[in-house]
């Protein structure tokens, strides 16, 4: 297993034929352009294009009309969600920051989804309460703080409806899933309860991306 699962590991691509293909099945517009390109001083740890692209999809293929993701930084991967849900979707995307939130409504407006995409300011565990009352989600997708992914992970799993999608990126903690120290054992304890309660798969996106449909 180990073996079979390090063989496959292996990197066929080079970042040029990343870029390409990136280029090639998940090119910007406007609107996703200027949310990608964030003004100096806020930290560009956005989704990459391709794995943006993929949460757009993952929300089409699933017909997600309701949606909850945490941490918005400057709105790049609510434009995707929102986009892959439909006009007929709604997104409530948190973020702590006041500046990031003020910068991803601008982002967000600039695209068209002021109507579809409501920024909610605050830090998750305080916010994920006041958005209980708009569950069953069709989708929860994780960016924020890493050691808050059991417990936002926890409220997903009572507010999804079965069949629903949770998403986290960053599974892999920037290489440190396995290291130890807290962070590491929470993001490991994520991926324990998605695999507990989902059937789900760990994407090898550049640092990971655990999808789960809520069993
Ligand atoms: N999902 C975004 C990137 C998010 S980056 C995208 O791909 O486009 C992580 C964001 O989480 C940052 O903007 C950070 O300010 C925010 N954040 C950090 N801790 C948080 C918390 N406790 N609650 C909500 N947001 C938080
Ligand atoms: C960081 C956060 C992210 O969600 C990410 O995708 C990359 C970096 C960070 O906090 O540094
Ligand atoms: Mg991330």
């Known amino acids: 297993m180990a073996d079979q699962a390090s063989r496959q590991g292996e990197r066929y691509a080079s970042a040029e034929i990343l870029d390409y293909v990136a280029r090639i099945h998940a090119g910007h517009d406007a ?8 003004p100096e001083g806020v930290p560009s740890i956005m ?16 017909g997600a009309r309701k949606a909850v993701e945490v941490g918005t930084l400057a709105g790049y991967s609510a434009i995707h969600l929102a986009r892959g849900m439909g006009p007929l979707g709604r997104l409530w995307s948190i973020e702590y920051d006041a500046g990031h ?24 565990a305080d916010v994920l309460p006041s958005l209980s009352q708009h569950a069953p989600f069709d989708l929860v ?37 396995l290291a130890e120290g807290g962070r590491a054992s ?26 789960g449909i809520v069993r």
């Open 141 to 177: 997708f994780l960016d924020a703080d890493k050691e808050g992914y059991p417990d936002y992970a926890a409220w997903a799993l009572e507010h999804l409806r079965p069949g629903g999608l949770l998403l986290g990126d960053n599974a892999f903690l920037f290489g440190d899933l």
């Open 47 to 62: 989704v990459g294009p391709s794995e943006g692209r993929l949460l757009q999809l993952l929300a089409r293929l699933g």
């Open 101 to 124: 939130a003020a910068l991803a409504r601008d982002n967000i407006a600039a695209a068209g989804l002021s109507a579809q995409i409501e920024v909610r300011q605050g830090r998750g």
């Open 186 to 211: 929470a993001m490991r304890a994520f991926h324990e309860l998605v695999a507990s309660r989902c059937d789900s798969v760990c994407i090898p996106t550049p640092d990971g991306l655990v999808l």
């Open 31 to 38: 609107g996703l352009a200027r949310a990608f390109a964030v």
